[in-house]
């Protein structure tokens, strides 16, 4: 399967002309996207589609970060940081996905937000790579697959239990930009889930501590016995004192 | 992850943002050098300070390298050695820039941490440290990572390759929006047959667009025909890509700097990209 990036000096026009096109955003088809505005990427890829069959589209996050980031594993991550890409997708070959699960009559933000955070990338950094529609599906599959595992997207799925509460506050830490820290903080926690309770508050009081624990030791340096140990130690200190009171 | 001199420690860190040492030194002198596949990073680590040699040697500290590229989430850490140290990158998991910080962490709970050279305000007071715990911080580094914008691309985007029907030579041809370069038939088909990998594709790029380039540059400059292509897309495009690299097709410079230099400038090292894509594949084979 051919895909196609877009341009550019096309990223930055369509930009600035949000206001101008929004109505357009809202069409089931994108025959309004021109031809020219895209242009191949180097890479062939397989023929694939994503999940639209679930009643609530954002039940098939899950589905379609596995289907997305399987089938583009091949590209780097320099390559998944560029806005062109994600932006040619978004308008060409998954419109039909960007139309179901992020539909602009169903917003809460205002449309032009929208299409700025989902079809381009709104902000700088990190975060445009966890607001783009497609970047990420693709991101938080880089990000917990664990090609050790017999089942390799098992820490996704975990996390996508909920992926909007637990995994974007995760990874808007700085130490889950090292995939073996933030694969090790997931393995602990999900084994912890399986004799405990761990509610979303639970959850992020580990990520603040671990963003605690950053700012003297280096938690790369730590093994995944050591970083369970202080994570237990934790989690079972701050549940004597929920307890206590 | 860059270290601030701002952040507090409950214990003397050895840096030169802080004055919990009087006399020792931890000195990292760094290197680096940026192909088009890889980052090599050349550190060499000066330690003065008797106690945290010894707690290195014994296996208690170790010196790291941290490296953090925000922009891709990428982030690391590499054992260093006292001396001199090489660790390299591969380009493609980076983008924006590269944060280096080297460090000395206790790779163990140390006990009784102490050190004679401790500033006075801790005189005869020692320390427990935990383990990961950052004891000494050197030289910061942020390292800019420029990706070129051509990166996604399959060809450069001004040439398009066509079939020379009845032909046996490859020709240039300039008149249009892009620049044609016209394969005989079988070269042609050829070209068809290998585009899709990228390996071979850098390999078509000097065999192909390299010396069609050079080609092109040679009619500019010796017929200063500049006005009759100036509104063509390739020659804007041609004209903004030497800008950047500092030559100007409409004063004479173009004529000072060998063009031979120019078209390998303007295709990113085509000659380096090819051969190691035949040693790829040598490998691979």
């Known amino acids: 399967m051919k895909i196609r990036f877009m341009k550019d000096a096309v990223v930055d026009e369509l930009k600035r002309n949000i206001s101008k096109n929004c109505s357009k955003y809202g069409q089931s088809d994108n025959s309004w996207v021109q031809n020219e505005w895209l242009k191949e990427f180097k890479h062939e890829l397989p023929e694939f589609s994503l999940d639209l069959l679930k009643e609530k589209p954002e039940d098939t996050d899950f589905n379609n970060i596995k289907i997305l980031y399987s089938n583009l594993k091949t590209i780097t991550d320099s390559q998944a940081c560029d806005e ?5 997708l978004c308008h060409d070959k998954f419109w039909n996905y960007m139309q179901y699960r992020w539909s602009i009559s169903k917003v809460k933000e205002t449309k032009e937000d929208s299409i700025l955070n989902h079809y381009f990338f709104k902000q700088t950094g990190q975060r445009a790579l966890m607001t783009n529609a497609l970047a990420r599906l693709w991101w938080v599959g880089r990000l917990t697959y664990d090609k050790n595992a017999e ?95 | 992850m860059q270290i601030k001199g701002s952040r507090a420690f409950p214990y003397p860190l050895l840096s030169k943002m802080y004055e919990d ?67 390299s990158f591969a380009s493609n998991l980076l983008d924006g820039y590269l944060e280096i910080v080297p460090v000395i962490v206790a790779n163990t709970k140390i006990d009784n941490f102490y ?3 401790f500033n006075k305000d801790y005189e005869r007071i020692s320390f427990e440290i935990e383990k990961g715990s950052i004891l000494a911080i050197g ?5 800019p990572i420029k990706k070129e914008l051509g990166t ?54 000097s065999m192909i667009i ?36 500092g030559f100007d097709l409409k004063s004479d410079s173009l004529g000072l700097v060998s063009i031979l230099k120019i078209a390998q400038k303007i295709l990113d090292l085509p000659l380096f990209r090819a051969t190691e894509s035949l040693k790829n594949l040598e490998v691979n084979e």
């Open chain 1, 84 to 88: 062109r890409l994600w932006a040619g």
């Open chain 1, 151 to 245: 089942d390799p997207f098992i820490l996704t799925e975990y996390l996508c239990k909920d992926l909007n509460g637990r995994g974007f506050p995760l990874f808007g830490s700085n130490f889950s930009n090292n995939k073996e820290v933030t694969k090790n903080f997931l393995y602990i926690l999900m084994k912890y889930e399986e004799k405990n309770k761990l509610n979303r508050e639970e959850f992020l009081e580990v990520i603040k501590r671990m963003n605690l624990w950053g700012g003297k030791i280096i938690l790369d340096s730590l093994s995944k016995e050591e970083l369970s140990r202080k994570i237990l130690e934790f989690l079972k200190g701050s549940k004597n004192l929920i307890e206590n009171e």
């Open chain 2, 21 to 87: 040492y009087l006399s020792s030194t931890f000195k990292i002198e760094m290197n680096y050098l940026k192909s088009r596949n890889e980052i090599n990073l050349q550190l060499k680590v000066l330690l003065e300070n008797m106690n945290l040699e010894m707690l290195i040697k014994d296996k208690k500290a170790i010196i790291l390298c941290h490296v953090e590229c925000p922009k891709t989430k990428y982030r690391t850490v590499k054992e260093l050695n006292l001396g001199k140290n090489k660790i």
């Open chain 2, 115 to 117: 050190s004679k050279d």
């Open chain 2, 139 to 143: 030289e910061q580094l942020k390292i």
């Open chain 2, 152 to 205: 996604l691309s399959k060809i450069p985007s001004i040439f398009q390759i066509e079939k020379n029907i009845n032909k046996p030579e490859m020709e240039v041809e300039m008149h249009g929006e892009k620049l044609v370069v016209k394969l005989p038939e079988e070269e042609y088909n050829n070209y068809g047959l290998l585009k899709g990998s990228e390996s071979y594709n850098n390999i078509l790029i």
């Open chain 2, 210 to 245: 390299f010396p069609a380039l050079i080609f092109v540059l040679s009619e500019l400059e010796n017929f200063h025909g500049l006005e009759m292509y100036e509104d063509r897309r390739w020659y804007r495009v041609l004209n903004k890509k030497l800008r950047e690299e």
